[in-house]
């Protein structure tokens, strides 16, 4: 192949990849995937949808899912092509493109220079297809299940769309999020819809859904639309979802007292599939990855859309920004104030992992997404919902850092060709932001965040004492949540260590499951390390000998790990227990070198992972119960306290003072 070719190839597929250079490394696995979504999924039989796949032509058409794809692949060439490129240049600098002109993209010279110097490179050739099968299975499963659970879906929004009738899957949209659980990923899906507006006009528009890979059961009691999802499945939830008690007893409150500062939080609809709390207790192996549900997309107001168009917010399109004409000071205050309550909410009910990325507004309203990490840690301190500081949820407005693009700042100059990560801020939907002098980010405001707090700790104490949750804790039995043993970053800090980092270094060839296997080690040793100078009883370091991580590593799986409610126990990624012994034996690496490799016994004390049932111990008596105790006061002071210290101040300011930058 050489460089006319290559062009021809993406021009023909409609992509336009990050680097057109780069990628000659996976023109096949494109020109694979556009066959399967238009010809494989076309066919008659299994794989394919047969009758049913004009219903999401539409969507697998569009060239947006290939460049998508294009966009991932690339992340995982720059390593090699940086290895070669040095191997290449030696005594002879020149640049990037020539590099390419002559040792890749040269048919004269080799034909197969692009598949040599992949086999050169097991890991990066490896990564390549099994990101592509991921995407391409990922993408099937999704368009199965929707066809599977259109009149469901239909149902689910009825009442927001009366007389829906779904017509076809639009638009398929990768998230870009990790995968999981045997290569899935979270999509945004766009419905083409008709209904009736009054019952009388038909409107035809779109509809868009979220589609999780993942039990949302939690997620649904939480904070769903309890009469929306037992429309769709009868007597889901019979008690209301735990948003819709705080608002009944908001609304109670009000009545007797309409002066009070209270606000109704918003609910959304969720519809879970194939939920595991009707499933036996214990482990779950081979049903955990079979749950998967549809989530409300929180997206935006017209006019967002329409004011983007004139540059007045970076992040394009919402309805979270303040413009001239409105007066600021009744949707800042009532916005903080419904802030303060989901915080006294989360603090309470242990709803943590609140980073930016799960927080969101619609119509000036917050709520919480991504629900799943929650009814399991005690909350001691506020910080532990992961609500402020750096990319909090209600503090942060944008991180760096986390997702790059690969650049080479200098491909024209030779001996200055080697690719870069180019990290870029990127902005998130969970602020204000206000149209003065120019667009500018809300400060947030303490004064109304702190009020909203102490009035949700007021409500759910008035909740408590008339025995509001009495029904609702025990529909808890048996569901699915998240438990992070370790951060997000730490378990992908393997993947990148195994997949970016061992091909551009000079164990370049290195075998894949060998290269698993030694940064495990390296992962638990220094996890061990930790344990030892905490002291603390919870075993969590062992889920890095876990031996699913291995799997979940080569399928290039971020590694999960699960928690049912009324259990003492952990799931992995299938559904299987996280085994505890007493002592419990590791392997971990000393410090001498060469370092090796030294058995250790870790005195858990006990055969199981909890030492007690958490949501019963750590929420329902620790934090709920706690509501109408003696130390509630104490508590609460306590938390405003974390509250005030993580926003820098001593007190709250004036209320008056709601945009002090100006």
Known sequence: MDITQLTAGLTQLGVTPPDQLRACFYLDKLRNTQTFFSQTMAQPAAPGLGNDYPFVQQAVSATNLLNELAATL??????????????????????????????????????????????????????LQQITTNFQQNIL???????????????????????????????????????????????????????????????????????????????????????????????????PSLVEIFNNRVRAMLAINPNLNLEEL??????????????????????????????????????????????????????????????????????????????????????????????????FQPSFIDLEVSLTDAIADITATALFTGSGGITGYHVNNQDYKLVVPTPNTPGSVFIQRSYEDKYYHNRLWIVRSGRNLVDVSAYWLVAGFNNGMA???????????????????????????????????????????????????AALLATIQEEILYAIS????????????????????????????????????????GSQDILDSTGAQVQVLNPQPITVLNHATPRAQVPQNIATGRTTFFANVPTTINVQQGQVQALTGANFNNRVQTLVGQILNNLGLAAPPNPSVLIARW
């Not at 990790?178 to 779109?206: A, C, M, R």
């Not at 309890?226 to 007597?235: D, F, G, M, P």
């Open 141 to 239: 499963l999704a368009c199965q299940r929707v066809i599977q659970d259109r009149a469901l879906i239909q149902q689910l929004f009825n009442d927001q769309y009366p007389s829906l009738t779904i017509t076809g899957l639009k638009k398929i949209q990768s998230t870009g999020s990790d995968f999981h659980k045997g290569g899935k990923q979270v999509l945004i899906l766009t419905f083409s819809i008709n209904y009736y507006v009054q019952n009388v006009i038909p409107t035809w528009s779109e509809l868009k859904v979220v589609y999780k890979p993942s039990d949302l059961e939690a997620d649904c009691l939480l904070a769903g639309n309890s009469v929306a999802v037992n429309n769709v499945i009868n007597n889901f939830m019979p008690t």
């Open 266 to 363: 918003p609910t959304y609809c969720f519809l879970p599939r194939n939920s595991l709390s009707g499933q036996p207790a214990g482990p779950v192996p081979g049903l955990l990855r079979n749950a998967y549900g549809y989530i409300e997309y929180l997206g935006y107001e017209l006019y967002g859309e329409l004011f983007s168009a004139w540059n007045l917010f970076p992040l394009g399109s919402s309805d979270f920004l303040i413009f001239y004409l409105q007066n600021e000071q009744p949707i800042i205050s009532k916005f903080y104030r419904q802030i303060g309550q989901l915080l006294a909410l989360a603090g309470t009910f242990s709803i943590t992992d609140m980073h930016i990325e799960n927080v969101r507004v619609k119509s």
């Open 459 to 509: 409500v759910m104490q008035q909740c408590q004492q008339n025995n509001d949750f009495q029904n609702w804790f025990p529909r808890l039995n048996g569901v699915l949540v998240r438990y992070l043993p370790f951060a997000t970053p730490d378990f992908k800090a393997v993947r990148t260590n195994v997949y970016i980092n061992t091909p551009g270094s000079n164990n370049f060839n």
């Open 526 to 565: 220094d996890a061990y390390d930790a344990y030892a100078l905490a002291a603390t009883p919870q075993p969590d370091l062992i889920v890095w000998q876990h031996p699913q991580l291995q799997t979940d590593y080569q399928n290039l799986d971020i590694p999960v790990f699960y928690h049912r409610i």
């Open 74 to 127: 690339d992340l995982y060439v720059g390593s090699l092509v940086n290895q070669n490129m040095q191997a290449f240049f030696v005594g002879n600098p020149n640049t990037y493109q020539y590099y390419f002109a002559q040792q890749v993209l040269n048919s004269n010279v080799n034909d197969n220079s692009i598949q040599q110097l992949l086999q050169a490179c097991p890991i990066t050739d490896f990564a």
